[in-house]
């Protein structure tokens, strides 16, 4: 495991929490991927002062409308930004879903491939809209 931990590396949790011992927790592998995926949609490009580039454009899209174009929109930004920023994976397939009963959420499943080890993973990310969207 640790020639797998070399490259799929090893990193603070986040949040920052301690661990048993008081120390900084850390994540490595496959959960090291999970969270930095996270990372990546949960910034807003801007965000990051020392790298205003990083993070996805879903951000600018949280007040539009929960429409089939937006979900295509959201689609685009999710595979782009983890394309850019997450070079541990290859990007599968990105689904965008909106529950019946929650207009004003958007679940993103993805599904990706870990390069070093060729095991296939999925997440799926909740987007809220703005309160009240319509379809």
């Known amino acids: 495991m640790a020639n797998v931990d070399g490259f799929l590396g090893r990193g603070w949790a986040f949040p920052v929490i301690a661990d ?23 910034t807003s490009p801007g ?10 454009g879903i951000w ?3 007040m539009e409308a ?10 685009v930004q999710v595979r782009d930004a983890l394309v850019r920023w997450e070079p541990r994976i290859d990007v599968l397939e990105v689904r965008i879903e909106s529950p019946e009963e929650q207009k004003n959420l958007l679940l993103i ?8 080890n060729n095991a296939f993973f999925n997440l799926v990310y909740p987007f809220f809209l703005q309160e009240g969207v319509q379809r």
């Open 20 to 42: 048993r011992d008081g120390r900084i927790a850390y994540v490595a592998g496959e959960d090291a991927i999970e969270e930095a995926i996270e990372l990546i949609l949960g």
């Open 47 to 56: 965000e990051r002062v020392m790298r205003p580039e990083f993070g996805c």
């Open 60 to 62: 600018d899209l949280v």
């Open 66 to 75: 929960n429409t089939a174009q937006l979900h295509g929109r959201v689609q």
């Open 109 to 116: 499943r993805i599904d990706y491939r870990v390069r070093s």
